[in-house]
């Protein structure tokens, strides 16, 4: 059981660039979301999705697109990637809103 | 808007020596609250939970919290520690009516480190 999948786990963009963090999970989970991780500040949401075709905004959602084609699947999308961008990236599944989350291993994203 | 602080950004302990991380998180109604362990390079995994009922909560690993309302508190403890435990910890709030598990505030974190 692979659980939650991320890719690529490491990437280094130039300013402007566009890319897409791909999650994938095979837990039939209907919950998912993204978060992003900076020192000092412990983990951000970005977006979240509680079912495929519904997806909504989270803490800091600026620079970030996401859609829910599947249950599978939750791409996050940087259409312009910037400096502050730079963080390290997990996307995360539950079963429920009172279940456990669990998380990916992470990508780690450096843009220059 | 919900907030967590984590008291401690750094805690060193010696193993075998008892531990406490504190939590406190800024909320004035129902709360859901979480402990998640990221060891070196991985993601997080949950420790324990808090959604209702007893206040103190047992997790794994030995690790325990005890959510206290009046002091809108909830410190993570453990009597003895191990090497194994070296590890950041985040403590995080979530509102039950307002996405409850899946849309998390987390804390800052806190680095625990024992020493042999």
Redesign the interface.
């Known amino acids: 059981n692979a659980g939650?999948t991320q890719t690529p786990k490491f990437q280094v963009l130039k300013t402007g660039q566009s890319m897409t963090l791909q999650c994938a999970q095979d837990m039939n989970h209907e919950?998912m979301?993204w978060?992003r991780q900076d020192p000092?500040?412990?983990?951000?949401?970005i977006h979240?999705s509680?079912g495929a075709g519904i997806t909504d905004q989270?803490?800091v959602p600026n620079g970030y697109n996401v859609s829910r084609s599947t249950t599978e699947d939750f791409p996050l999308r940087l259409l312009s990637a910037a400096p502050s961008q730079t963080s390290v990236y997990?996307c995360?599944s539950?079963l429920?809103?009172?279940?456990?989350?669990f998380?990916?291993?992470?990508s780690r994203l450096t843009v220059l | 808007a919900q907030s967590?602080t984590q008291l401690d950004?750094q805690v060193p302990v010696f193993e075998e020596a008892p531990v406490e991380l504190r939590c406190n998180y800024s909320s004035s109604v129902s709360v859901?609250l979480f402990w998640?362990v990221q060891y070196p390079?991985?993601?997080?995994?949950?420790l324990l939970?808090y959604?209702s009922g007893s206040t103190l909560v047992k997790g794994i690993n030995g690790f325990e919290a005890e959510f206290n309302k009046s002091q809108t508190s909830f410190h993570l403890r453990k009597p003895s520690v191990h090497i194994s435990d070296t590890a950041e910890y985040?403590c995080a709030v979530s509102d039950?009516r307002r996405?409850?598990?899946?849309?998390?505030?987390?804390?800052?974190?806190t680095r625990l480190t024992i020493n042999p």
């Open positions: 939650v919950y979301s978060y000092g500040m412990g983990l951000r949401l979240y509680v989270g803490e997990f995360a539950s429920d809103s009172t279940g456990e989350l998380f990916g291993e992470g | 967590v950004s859901y998640y390079n991985q993601g997080l995994q949950l939970k959604l985040f039950p996405g409850g598990a899946q849309k998390l505030v987390f804390g800052q974190g």
